[in-house]
């Protein structure tokens, strides 16, 4: 007498497995058993699976590629916030541009490096090879390559460019999203790696980015443990910033705006935080207080002339450590760039700054040449 078996149509058996329930306090003592999560940035987890979205031109690309590199090579930090310190092997599949086009902007992003960061970023930042490799995941085939890239590698990060390749249809249809998710998670989820997608398909401009923004949400943001959003600031100043939309790990506060600007390397440099509804604000409240701000450090540097520079210490002291804590030392930072970029303060060395003064020989031999 067969008790658990179910014989088939073929006459063949198979036996059904049993499911059973448990006691949420057990659950409870094996949760506590276990190691508590690690952050890898950010508030984003060691083996979870995300999302930075945001529209066309917004720097989603370069930011991946930074913080991959950052990874690679082992940094404490990227855009302010912590990173573990030791390097890890990574693995960028950029399924949209050309090798050509992505190395050009690498080679960019590694020039500062030191010669020891280097070495690292050799040894640890990987990339799918340009050849024999689809622009589109598509059939089951193009999955198990996808499977067998991740796995050679031996990479514990996997930036993939971008969720649209990997999701045959419109991403709309619920249909159509769900038939990914199972695809995904049998070959991709189950290699038990942090994986970061970025989503390009996100709705307008013309208000802050939120979770609701993101195209095909309502199931996307169900299968994704977080979203990264990443927006222009419809401004006559512009600029762009980015914050968390999101995230199922840790509580966030996505009014937080990140300020910043892609440099000529190709790195995204912080310029500041705002509250990001203040943003869209028709009476800029951010510039108005930028502007204040700066005057605030020049007329420090203008006053401190007596002792001929100025240090970037004294100018923590003065409006970063103070009581009543005037401006953040990313902006205090940001704006002594700016001041020197406007030829207002000049930088003598590391943490030095002094007024721009003039050059009296070229001064003199203008006005007697009656320019």
Known sequence: MIKNNVETSSGEEFVK???????????ILRVESEPEP?????????????????????????????????IAIGRVE????PLSGIPKKILFVNLEESYGLRTRRNIKQISKLTTSERTLFDENYLSIPPDDFPEFINSE???????????????????????????????EVSEVFLKFVRTFREHIITLKKTIIIIHHNVKGNDKPITQDSIAGSRIVCQEFEYALGMS??????GGKYLCMLYNKYIETDD???ILYKINEENWLEKQGEANKYHLYSTTKPDKRQDSTNKDLIYNYCQSS?????????????????????????????????????????ERLEKGVYQLKRENQDEKGEGELLGL
């Open 38 to 70: 690690t952050i890898l940035w950010n508030g984003i987890v060691e083996g979870s699976k995300g999302l930075f979205v945001g529209l066309s031109k917004t720097g989603k690309t370069t930011m991946a590629e930074n913080l991959a590199i950052s």
């Open 17 to 27: 497995k049993k499911i059973t329930v448990t006691k949420a306090s057990d659950l």
């Open 141 to 171: 085939e193009d999955w198990i390559k996808l499977r067998e890239c991740i796995i050679d590698s031996e990479a514990d990060v996997i930036f993939i460019d971008s969720l649209s390749h990997l999701v045959k249809g419109q991403i």
């Open 255 to 257: 009014t937080k705006a």
């Open 305 to 345: 002339q007596g002792s001929q520079t100025v240090s970037s210490a004294d100018l923590m002291k003065m409006f970063v450590s103070n009581d009543s804590k005037t401006m953040a030392k990313d902006t205090l930072y940001a704006l002594l760039k700016k001041l020197t970029a406007e030829g207002k303060i």
């Open 78 to 81: 990227y855009l302010d916030f």
């Open 232 to 237: 222009n600031i419809p401004t006559e100043n």
